[in-house]
């Protein structure tokens, strides 16, 4: 069974359009996250939620909305996409424990989206 | 701001040598380091984690150190194989914070037959 699965794998769509990838999670984790990695391979944190709340917002255009109908669940939303948002978007969870920070991370398999 | 360099070249080498991958941190102290491989097309995968006050983790093949002092961490696979071949990410972060992973950039490895 995948643990950490989202959907779609790949997208092509174009300039101007709102897209929505989605994201699942069987691990019985309290936390995810969005990842964006870029041509250039940089892999960059773009939210993170725990138990449905958001706790990392980084710098992120506000046309990217991420929602979180429950700790299993962690869906992206786009609106008015852009060439530059041509990347590879990861969904990804794990455990939140501040006493032990660095808890293992679990990631999707990745989202390939394609702005044309 | 916080900055993680790896090697930004490709390493190659020959199956069974020890390959040994750098990752230098700048900026902030890390109490944590992990280090993640991430093969084409695919998501990253944790491989190890080690703490500000160990200086070595092993696991098989795998040793990784944290020298706090020079801001460095090296990955080393000793024995390497042709299936080691992957991008290998290390990502410093803080005690107590959100599990906020920074990702440095990752070094490409070829294992040649």
């Known amino acids: 069974d995948t643990a950490v699965s989202q959907t779609p794998k790949y997208l092509v769509t174009q300039m101007g359009n709102d897209k929505s990838i989605k994201c699942e999670q069987n691990l019985g984790h309290d936390t995810m996250y969005w990842y964006k990695q870029d041509s250039k391979k940089f892999l960059k944190i773009m939210f993170s939620y725990n138990n449905k709340e958001l706790i990392i917002n980084e710098t992120v255009p506000n046309r990217f909305s991420p929602k979180s109908p429950d700790k299993a669940h962690l869906n992206l939303h786009i609106n008015s996409l852009e060439l530059g948002d041509s990347a590879v978007y990861f969904c990804?969870?794990?455990?939140?424990?501040?006493?032990?920070?660095?808890?293992?991370?679990?990631f999707g398999e990745g989202s390939w989206l394609t702005v044309v | 701001s916080q900055k993680i360099e790896q090697n930004s070249e490709a390493l190659n080498i020959q199956e069974g040598k020890t390959a040994t991958l750098t990752c230098n941190y700048t900026?902030?102290?890390?109490?944590?380091l992990q280090w993640y491989r991430q093969d084409p097309g695919r998501g990253p995968v944790f491989l190890l984690l080690?703490?500000?006050?160990?200086k070595e983790k092993r696991k098989e093949r795998l040793k990784v150190t944290f020298d706090t002092t020079l801001k460095q961490s090296l990955f080393h696979i000793t024995a390497s194989q042709p299936a080691d071949s992957a991008t290998y990410l290390c990502a410093p972060m803080f005690s107590g914070g959100y599990n906020k992973l920074i990702f440095g950039a990752g070094t490409r490895l070829a294992v040649h037959p």
């Open positions: 990804a969870s794990s455990h939140l424990t501040r006493r032990t920070a660095g808890n293992t991370i679990y």
């Open positions: 080690i703490r500000e006050n160990e």
């Open positions: 900026n902030y102290s890390p109490a944590y």
